[in-house]
């Protein structure tokens, strides 16, 4: 089992900025992929960027709508993964949520609440 510990978010007007981070503990071992994924009322739950463990080094792979914008980072010695939003908008208010990828198996965070205010 991976637990994950979700840190960071809140209000930030339009323009600004945020940082969320996620622990991984447990059985920590051979995660694959680490990311975000957010999820607006009413709406199904989106990538926001991911990074992905691979022969040629770790990929970060972000949606459409928060290239340039955000920025993730993950630390594999310490099973964390942080994420830098930038230029906030109105549009990325969600439950932004960690995600965790072993072997075949996903494993979710509580999710934190990011609320952009015009």
């Known amino acids: 089992q991976v637990q994950l510990v979700e840190s960071g978010g809140g209000l930030v007007q339009a323009g600004g900025s945020l940082r969320l981070s996620c622990a991984a503990s447990g059985s920590a071992d051979s995660i694959t992929a680490m990311g975000w994924y957010r999820q607006s009322p009413g709406k199904q739950r989106d990538l926001v960027a991911v990074?992905?463990?691979?022969?040629?080094?770790?990929?970060?792979n972000y949606g459409d709508s928060v290239k340039g914008r955000f920025t993730i980072s993950r630390d594999n010695a310490k099973n964390t993964v942080s994420l830098q939003m930038s230029n906030l908008k109105p549009e990325d208010t969600a439950v932004y949520y960690c995600?965790?990828?072993?072997?075949?198996?996903?494993?979710w965070g509580q999710g934190t609440q990011v609320t952009v205010s015009p």
């Open positions: 995600n965790a990828v072993q072997f075949t198996r996903d494993y």
């Open positions: 990074v992905i463990r691979s022969i040629r080094g770790d990929i970060a």
